[in-house]
């Protein structure tokens, strides 16, 4: 087995983003038709008039419930699957992304759209990549999202994905360098070519990160239990395995944060 090469990471500055991430007419009364001994009335009877301004019924906006649905379907089942504990939280829409990086062996973050630290949550989004050349191990080529991301050092979490595997790192900033977390199960392998596009699941609850692609469980990783446990910046991340012209080529769309209260 090869073994890895330590990932460097670039030193990256957060800049804090602001996030902006009935009443009806009255009925008129039914007339009685006149009977024959009826005398005609002198004064026309006065139709009574509303005295209400009737309002539009709202229509229902029919892609936004479909969107709620398939959130809460989604959650229900993160917790079927021991994900989570609970359909408690609130979601948030984050930012599509658009980056190239050639710079071999280092990652790189950038900001997501949400500027609150988050602990526990689930993060759903599509991915997209293409390398400018060949990689393979020991080198790395793709993107996703790190997450628990200390703000004063920049010590924290990375789960992206290349061409063979889901990247799982933890990253120490007093050595400038990123290593592999271990996994509980799950083969945490891909086999994808180049360019790449999948459907990417990120849970993390506790000690325990789980990663689905294209719907299917690839891999639970163990986290540390005496650090990196407290809420950090939620971000993107990019990692080049060339230095060949643009390296790298990412786009992340469609993304969405669960946040868990």
Not at 222 to 250: A, E, M, Q
């Amino acid at each position: 087995m090869k073994k890895s090469t330590p990932i460097m990471y670039a030193v990256f500055v957060l800049l804090i983003a602001t996030i902006a991430c009935a009443g009806g007419a009255t009925a008129v009364p039914t007339a009685v038709p006149p009977t024959d001994t009826a005398a005609p009335s002198e004064t026309p009877t006065k139709v009574p008039t509303s005295t209400s301004t009737p309002r539009p019924t709202a229509t229902p906006n029919l892609a936004a419930t479909k969107e709620s649905e398939e959130t809460m379907s989604r959650i229900q089942s993160y917790v079927d699957q021991g994900y989570l504990t609970s359909t408690d939280g609130r979601v948030a829409k984050l930012d599509d992304y658009k980056r190239e990086y050639a710079q071999i062996d280092y990652l790189d973050f950038d900001l997501a759209g949400w500027d609150s630290p988050v602990q526990d949550f689930a993060a759903w989004a599509n991915v997209k990549w293409e390398n400018a050349a060949p990689v393979g191990a020991p080198q790395y080529s793709g993107c996703g999202f790190s997450f628990r991301i200390d703000p004063n050092n920049y010590d924290g979490y990375t789960a992206m994905l290349t061409n063979d595997r889901v990247l799982l790192t933890y990253c120490d900033s007093s050595i400038n360098r990123c290593g592999e977390v271990g996994k509980t199960r799950g083969s945490g392998r891909l086999k994808l070519g180049n360019p790449a596009e999948a459907f990417m699941e990120l849970v993390v609850n506790g000690t325990q990160a789980y990663v689905k692609v294209d719907g299917q469980f690839i891999g639970e990783y163990t986290l540390f239990k005496d650090k990196l446990v407290n809420p950090g910046y939620l971000l993107y991340s990019i990692i080049s395995g060339t230095n060949h012209d643009y390296g790298v080529r990412c786009e992340i769309t469609d993304s969405k944060l669960w946040i868990v209260k």
